[in-house]
């Protein structure tokens, strides 16, 4: 209640969560009553929330060769929300996107800017959201590693056996890590395992063979 003019009310509205019709009634010295039109107050203190949130290539290589050459961000909120989202090194923003939309269309990364390729590095994916009564949300869980150097690959000097070889390679990997290993050669040739660094070689004749380790 308000005795003085202006006539205003403070509304603590902490935790809650709802919609609430509003009248305001005003008493003359004479006793007279009259009551306004019901006003409807939507009031919302919940943060909005991911639905879903992929990344399909945590690492990627932007080169140009058509294997993981683009890194694709898909979220969808728990209601429509001014988002942004930002691709950063750091405190420097190397890519953004902005819209609004409960389930925006995926974002695609190429690891460029201006047709330009960035660094070798992690960067940081930062998420944020706010609602119509300006609740925020705010993430920055997920990471991009863009690599774009091959491992070394090092599997020794020609081999001469009689018998089968045990061949371990050295492999030196400074970026995303190492996803797969394979060892591959001509018929009559067999590898075991064939998904690892270290692998035993062997042949079902005698002849001279090129074989090969392709790491990824």
């Known amino acids: 209640e308000d005795n003085t003019s202006p006539y205003s009310i403070v509304w ?5 969560n709802n919609d609430y019709s509003l009248t ?3 008493t003359d010295n004479a006793g007279n009553e009259a009551v306004s039109e019901p006003v409807l107050v939507h009031i919302d203190n919940t943060a909005p929330t991911f639905v879903s949130y ?4 945590p690492a990627f290589s932007p080169n140009g060769d058509s294997i993981k050459d683009t890194a694709s961000i898909d979220v969808e909120f728990s209601e429509e929300v001014d988002y942004a989202i930002k691709i950063k090194l750091e405190t420097t923003v190397e890519k953004s996107w902005t819209g609004t939309a409960t389930n925006p ?7 460029k ?4 390729a960035l660094a070798d590095a ?8 706010t609602d119509a009564a300006g609740n925020e949300l705010l993430d920055t869980s997920k990471t991009i590693i863009l690599d774009n150097t091959p491992p070394v690959v090092n599997v020794g ?8 070889k045990e061949v371990a390679a050295n492999v030196a990997e400074t970026g995303s890590g190492i996803f ?3 060892w591959t050669g001509p018929a009559g040739v067999s590898f075991n395992p064939d998904n690892a660094a270290t692998t035993n070689i062997s042949a079902l004749a005698d002849d001279s063979y090129a074989i090969t380790l392709t790491v990824t």
């Open 122 to 129: 992690i960067y940081t994916i930062e998420i944020t959201a």
């Open 54 to 57: 992929t990344l399909d290539n």
């Open 12 to 16: 603590d509205t902490a935790g809650l």
């Open 157 to 164: 000097e020609d081999i001469f056996a009689n018998a089968p």
């Open 113 to 116: 800017v201006s047709g330009v």
């Open 180 to 182: 797969s290993y394979l």
């Open 105 to 111: 269309d995926a974002k695609v990364w190429d690891g």
């Open 24 to 26: 305001a009634k005003a």
